[in-house]
């Protein structure tokens, strides 16, 4: 079920913004059961949308390890995004038209305490399992040391603490190559698109892996000396995208990214951490140049109790979203075992020193 919620009160952000009010769109799979246990929150990742039944359908569905029939799935459109939640296009109340450029800064922090709004409406006082991967795993610690007492157990999946100076630069990039588009100032929706188009084909590079070109996008035709299938594939990736997402809601979310930092505010990065009582599992991608590995081992190791599992895949940081089967058995394994079983850091490293 896709539904709208509609908030008409004063919301201030980080950065000391005021909003009149917000909308969210959201989807949700399934039924809360009577005891209300069975609550499974899915964060999404930067450019997808709110039903993981689509993007993430190997792992949420009928038959699938999140089934509707067992679980109530929700999953929630993040502020800033253009699938229906509040974002650049809309209209903004102070002037009568777009925001276009002048839209609010909401940092992951600003999405979590807006979803936060959301939860008490569906009068929800307890999340089962929360799960996110990317900028969905972002949003997902930050909620996670926000209300420790929320979430029953937590999946993070190739995402981190804060956001690196890696992956800023990465995103800072992508940002100037819309800036460089000539059409950017104006106040259009199509504004900045060609230059959206070059950012995701940069992007790319850092979502996949050497061995992912390597393995589909290498010649057969040994005489060849252009028109190379690699060169093709990152332009179509950027009109793909083009026909289904805006370069405002696409700067603006590659800007809250950057904001992520669990510590800002509590003392210190590991400090936030420690605050997190949820059941943890935190899963990495071999091949993630993007959220390499060390990120999620740090999690294990600042999270009490957490668990850490590792995915080799030639797919790079979009390992979380394709390599399904393989996180559903981790996923399944883990929610088996008893919470005793967790293990001291040292023993969850151990079973990975193969790869360090």
């Not at 370069?247 to 590659?254: P, Q």
Request: charge should be negative; aromatic fraction near 12%; glycine fraction near 8%.
């Amino acid at each position: 079920m896709a539904a709208i919620f509609q908030y008409n009160q004063p919301i201030t952000l980080e950065t000391g913004t005021t909003l009149p009010g917000l909308q969210l769109a959201y989807t949700i799979h399934g039924k809360m059961n009577e005891a209300k246990d069975n609550v499974v929150w899915v964060f999404h990742a930067l450019t997808a949308n709110s039903d993981p039944a689509e993007w993430w359908a190997g792992l949420v569905g009928d038959g699938k390890l999140f089934d509707p029939a067992n679980y109530c799935i929700i999953c929630v459109n993040t502020p800033g995004s253009c699938y229906g939640s509040t974002g650049p296009l809309d209209i903004n109340p102070a002037t009568g038209s777009s925001w276009y450029h002048d839209f609010p800064y909401f940092t992951t922090r600003d999405m979590i305490r807006s979803y936060q709004l959301l939860k008490n409406e569906l009068g929800i006082e307890r999340i089962h399992i929360g799960m996110g991967g990317s900028l969905g795993g972002q949003q997902l610690l930050e909620w996670a040391v926000e209300e420790p007492e929320l979430f029953e157990h937590i999946i993070p999946i190739a995402t981190n603490a804060y956001h690196s100076p890696w992956g800023i630069a990465f995103n800072a990039s992508q940002r100037f190559c819309i800036e460089n588009d000539s059409s950017w100032l104006q106040k259009d929706p199509k504004a900045g698109i060609n230059g959206m188009k070059t950012a995701r084909s940069f992007a790319l590079l850092s979502y996949r892996h050497y061995e992912t070109y390597l393995k589909d996008q290498s010649e057969t035709d040994l005489e060849k000396t252009q028109d190379f299938r690699s060169e093709s594939y990152q332009r179509y990736q950027g009109e793909k995208l083009a026909a289904r997402f805006n370069a405002f809601s696409y700067y603006t979310l590659s800007r809250s990214m950057d904001s992520h930092n669990v510590g800002r505010g509590r003392d210190s990065v590991a400090a936030a951490l420690g605050l997190i009582k949820a059941r943890t599992l935190s899963i990495g991608i071999t091949t993630d140049t993007l959220f390499p590995l060390r990120e999620q081992l740090y999690l294990a190791d600042a999270i009490p109790g957490a668990v850490f599992k590792a995915i080799h895949s030639p797919y790079g940081h979009d390992g979380f979203l394709l390599e399904f089967e393989a996180i559903r058995q981790i996923i399944q394994d883990w929610l088996d075992q008893k919470e005793s079983e967790a293990g001291t850091f040292r023993e969850k490293l151990s079973n990975f020193n193969l790869f360090l």
